[in-house]
Each structure stands twice: as C-alpha cells, then as structure tokens.
C-alpha cells in the first residue's frame, strides 16, 4: 500500500499563489506516474496535471496550463503543485494521486492511491 498526505491549502485571495505538496509513503516503489486532481462543491472531480516517474514528462489540463507547474522530489517521495495567478474557480480540494502506470495518465481509472485531499479557497 502506499499512503498519500497533501498539505498547503489555504484561503488566498485571486491573483495570489500557493504550493501544495504530497508525501508518499509505503510501497513508493511501485509508483511511476503521480497527478493532482480537484473536486469543488457539485462537480465531479477533475484532472489537473500529471507527471511521470522521471519528472521528465508533464500534461496539464488546459485550465491551468501556463500557470500551475508539477514538479516531483523523488528523494523525498514528494508531489508539488505551484499554483499561481490563482483564480476564483481554481477553488476545491485538491488530492494527490499516484499510479502504478507509467507515462502521464490523466484519467481518475488509471490512479491507484488518493490522499484525503487540501482545500484551497480563492476569494475575489
């Protein structure tokens, strides 16, 4: 098993920036691809942006294309998120994800581990 601990939400106003991060633990060795997905009230949560194992190869949704980067510390089995030029409708909770897929899965079906999710609220 692995287990997945995000931190770094919080209350930003619009135009701000904020850093999410992700602890992996357990079985890390079995991971490649790692993702952040968001979920607001009455949506169905979405994909955000991925990496793959190597750092070497990212996708993002257009959403946040330009200003939202993935990065991952594989030495310290942890997922950033740099969210900047926040937006009011980047508001959700954002969770972790990671895949025993390689390559850049952008699919909620090709992730196998989830953490519990940070909230990041936006106000304009």
């Known amino acids: 098993q692995v287990q997945l601990v995000e931190s770094g939400g919080g209350l930003v106003q619009a135009g701000d920036s904020l850093r999410l991060s992700c602890a992996a633990s357990?079985?890390?060795?079995?991971?490649?691809?790692m993702g952040w997905f968001r979920q607001a009230p009455g949506k169905e949560r979405e994909f955000v942006a991925t990496?793959?194992?190597?750092?070497?190869?990212?996708y993002y949704a257009d959403s946040v294309k330009g200003r939202f980067t993935i990065s991952r510390d594989n030495a310290k089995n942890t997922l950033y998120l740099q969210m900047n030029s926040l937006r009011p409708e980047d508001a959700a909770v954002y969770y972790c994800?990671?895949?025993?897929?390689?390559?850049?899965?952008?699919?909620?079906?090709?992730?196998?581990?989830w953490g519990q999710g940070t909230q990041v609220t936006v106000s304009s």
């Open positions: 994800a990671a895949s025993k897929r390689k390559g850049i899965p952008a699919r909620i079906v090709e992730y196998d581990y």
């Open positions: 990496s793959n194992e190597s750092d070497s190869a990212t």
């Open positions: 357990g079985r890390t060795f079995s991971i490649y691809a």
